[in-house]
């Protein structure tokens, strides 16, 4: 037990800039945050950066064996740290090159040098197993080093590239998230959220990191609101809640006569399932909804639209209203079909009334013009002629003109052989 109780004091270190933090003992060093350190590791020395600082905590919760920190980085660890940064580019080109002389299906993602080079990490991505043996051996030769080939999933590649999610800002992954968290597809459901994969997903192609951060805090949301389809006692009665909004705490519950109203959560009290629904009181209804209009704004954005602020009856008046306007817009604009067609023949030019008098429409006044017709002169009486010689002239213009030929030369003819008969 003594044992157990035992603390030590440990400094966390990180060795990327959004990676996982590993703890080592600080010896005798006295180390801050944002101290640059070199701490002996499974791989080797590595160059790493204090951002946990001197801390006591229990040996049972340490990983054994804990490893030490060896120094504080000079200028010199530094300057081999830039070095390593640029051999690590040159190896990336290399490594692609290689890549395409053996024709791997594999994408390489990063290079990666320890500090004191004794090990080559480069990483890749690929749909299955990959013989890279071949690429391994021309590596080694190369770069005179251990080589280490290491084959990553989507989310560490996101994490390592970098880009912007759907929300426009930069990955989490890539920005602040040191180690991934199992994410499901329960706590999108829990979140009242699309199941669409392309709005629950990353740019990895799996679900959002972000769908873990409010997890819980629906979760105690949903765990202090009635669930839907439970009844609750309201200031106008006892009603069932048919939708709840977690985020504002607002209730829409349904009367006995199914009339939905709102109501926030403070305003609401759980009872047995078996007590009988209550009729809202109309009144009381409209009375409260201007009431919460002037104290919530978004009171007004809930309440349903077909009976906001007004009662049944009033709704019911005002459909009739509408309805008469309506029947007033088509009388006056023509009515029926028959009323359409008598206002069509009183435009036509020349129209007269039974009294002989013009009914034409003038443009400029929109008034009738009760003006007897101009007398017609007689040479134009004598051009237009008879009625029936109009409808004939009429009908020669649509036939077209006479044909030529045959018939037009046998006409003559023919009036001759009868007036010679004749004498």
Not at 296 to 322: I, M, Q, W
Request: net charge positive; with cysteine; hydrophobic share 25%.
């Amino acid at each position: 037990m003594e044992e157990d109780k035992k603390q030590i004091p440990v400094v966390g270190v990180r060795f990327k800039e959004v990676g996982k933090i590993y703890y080592f003992s600080p010896s005798d060093l006295e180390i801050q945050p944002r101290d640059h350190v070199i701490v002996e590791t499974a791989r080797g020395l590595e160059y790493g950066e204090a951002v946990v600082g001197p801390k006591q905590v229990d040996l049972d919760e340490v990983v054994q064996p804990l490893k030490k920190i060896i120094r504080k980085a000079t200028e010199e660890d530094d300057q081999q740290l830039i070095e390593n940064r640029v051999d690590e580019k040159n190896a990336y080109v290399l490594c692609q090159e290689k890549i395409r002389e053996h024709k791997l299906p594999m994408k390489l993602i990063d290079v990666e040098y320890t500090f004191d080079r004794s090990k080559a990490i480069f990483y890749f991505t690929a749909e299955g197993r990959v013989d890279f043996r071949e690429l391994v051996k021309d590596l080694a030769s190369v770069f005179r080093t251990r080589i280490e080939l290491r084959q990553i999933g989507v989310r560490d590649e996101a994490k390592m590239i970098g880009g912007l999610g759907s929300c426009g800002r930069e990955l989490c992954c890539s920005t602040f998230l040191g180690d991934f968290e199992t994410v499901s597809i329960k706590m999108a459901k829990e979140q009242n959220l699309s199941l669409n994969p392309t709005k629950i997903s990353g740019i990895c192609g799996r679900l959002m990191c972000c769908l873990k951060y409010e997890t819980e805090a629906y979760k105690y949301q949903k765990s202090i609101m009635p669930r839907e389809g439970s009844k609750v006692k309201t200031p106008l009665g006892v009603g069932k809640v048919i939708k709840a909004n977690i985020i504002q705490e607002l209730l829409i519950v349904q009367s006995a006569d199914e009339k939905q109203e709102l109501f926030e959560l403070s305003e609401v009290s759980r009872v047995d399932g078996e007590t009988p629904l209550d009729f809202f009181d109309p009144e009381l209804r409209d009375r409260r909804r201007d009431e919460k209009m002037g104290q919530t704004p978004l009171f007004a954005e809930h309440v349903p639209k077909k009976t906001r602020g007004e009662s049944p009856d009033r709704a019911t008046t005002n459909r009739d209203s509408s309805k008469v306007t309506e029947k007033k817009k088509d009388e006056t604009k023509g009515g029926s079909g028959e009323g359409r067609k008598r206002s069509r023949r009183n435009r036509r030019p020349g129209k007269k009334s039974p009294g002989g008098e013009d009914m034409r429409k003038t443009e400029d006044k929109g008034e009738r013009t009760d003006q007897k017709p101009r007398e017609k002169s007689a040479e134009a009486e004598a051009k237009q002629g008879t009625p029936k010689e109009g409808a004939a002239k009429k009908k020669r213009r649509k036939r077209g003109p006479r044909k030529s030929g045959r018939n037009r030369e046998k006409a003559p003819e023919s009036k001759g052989r009868e007036t010679n008969e004749g004498h």
